[in-house]
């Protein structure tokens, strides 16, 4: 938690952010692959984003623990790796991922969001 945020939660209540790093809502293309020797890979959706992980909207399934490679476009292209800590069905080829990024990333676009 920082500093105490709070953030409007689906059903209008308010919740207190908890993350060390809070997400930015944003729009940002993305490239993944599968790190685990599948090939799985494909292009998403960067929905919301911080210094530590990302929502991204994708196509295919990536089960939790998945290691991946993240490619994400914005002032420049990011070459991160990552790994699921959630997946989500939103509807037919249509997932939400939540991602951890191995590092804490810098992104100066935040500053902005």
């Not at 944003?26 to 530590?52: D, H, P, T, W």
């Not at 929502?55 to 990011?78: A, V």
Request: hydrophobic share 40%; net charge positive.
């Amino acid at each position: 938690m920082e500093g105490g945020k709070l953030s409007m939660g689906k059903a209008n209540k308010k919740i207190k952010e908890r993350r060390r790093f809070p997400r930015k809502e944003c729009l940002s293309l993305a490239f993944y692959a599968n790190l685990n020797g599948m090939e799985v890979r494909g292009m998403g959706r960067i929905l919301n984003l911080s210094q530590k992980g990302a929502l991204i909207e994708i196509d295919k399934y990536l089960p939790p623990y998945t290691s991946i490679k993240l490619d994400i476009g914005m002032e420049r292209f990011y070459h991160l790796k990552a790994k699921v800590i959630w997946s989500k069905v939103e509807s037919p080829n249509k997932y939400l991922v939540g991602v951890e990024f191995d590092k804490v990333q810098e992104f100066p676009i935040l500053k902005y969001l």
